[in-house]
């Protein structure tokens, strides 16, 4: 029986299944919770609360060490006149430390633990309207069973822009909303609802780029965090090189997503009937993510060194976000080449017309930073 190819096969897969499920990784996951802001003439302060959660049920993971990087993005390093940080551990079950050590720290099995962080900083006065986000990158050790790494996490804290600015032509069809960089302390529908044109018509359409919604999710990864196998390694090398799985983090990323065996499998699929002229089988066998993953400099700076994953449960926020603002709603992927796929939205029947209207990309693919485009629908009819 073992010289059967077929029954060789089979246990090839068996055992890259059992390797890829089976091997160990941390279960640290860190998300940032809520933040305030304070301005004292030129000083500018962000207090911020991040969660770190051990998601394993049997495994106490240790931290060793948390060090944060603030970054002001939009300005020069010139433009800065100081900026300075505090890390505060907030452990549940440990004393309050009055310096500035980090004690390594043991979370327990299904524990949470809180990390305060503030960030004071003073700019030039002509740098403050320039400044886009304040970016805090985390560089944080776990060490456990699985051995010791460091992983890399990173958020924005927002910096509001003036939602005055929001005026559509009354004889604009198409209009591409502004917005700050958003990021996993915003809310999607409070988003919306915060920069919604004031005269807009239950008739309009909203839609919203899927990358900015799924970074709003927290669906992205510093590339740094990605321990790309041989398999993805070689997997990607069949792709084109401006494609988002041409990398091996890339590629890994969605083995991660998928299994290692529906890729391998997708991918012959995919090249067989490339082979005789049909383009596309790999993304339609290796699952929605396969279309919707962004590899870094996909997203707009300051996520541009992370992937961006696609959006979940879309149809559930459009349902939800149409009934609370009282207007059509859709999540989009679109591109320079004039490709528009609807992801997910609240009527179908605006299909065509959203297609019509994004075709020429009217959202932009650099840092425009209009995430959000409104379409009169009764315009374009």
Known sequence: MLSNPLFLIIIIFILIEINHYLRQDSPLVLKPKEFRKIILDSNHKYITLVEIKNLKKRMEVMIPSFNVKPQLIGISTNEII??????????????????????????????????????????????????????????????????????????????????????????????????????????PIGILKSYMPQDYLPTDILTIGESPLAIMQGRYIDYRNINANLISKLVCKGFHPTSSLATASGMQTLIDISGPTRVIISWFIGGIFKFFGVRGMFYRLAGEQARLIDDITGTTPPYDKSIVLGPKDTQTFCIKAAQSLNINVAVVDVNDLGRVKIISTNNNNNAEIIKRALTSNPAGNANQQTPLVLVRSNELI
């Open 82 to 187: 100081k900026i300075n940080t505090k890390i505060k551990p907030l452990h549940p079950d440990a004393e309050e430390q009055k310096n500035d050590y980090w004690s390594a720290y043991i979370l327990k099995a299904k524990m949470s633990t809180f990390v305060e962080i503030e960030i004071e900083y003073e700019v030039k006065n002509t740098a403050i309207d320039k400044i886009k986000c304040l970016w805090l990158e985390i560089e944080w050790g776990n060490y456990g069973p699985f051995g010791s790494f460091k992983k890399f996490d990173g958020f924005a804290l927002p910096n509001f822009i003036d939602i005055s600015e929001i005026n559509p032509s009354n004889t604009s069809s198409i209009y591409p909303i502004r917005t700050h960089i958003l990021g996993s302390l915003d809310d």
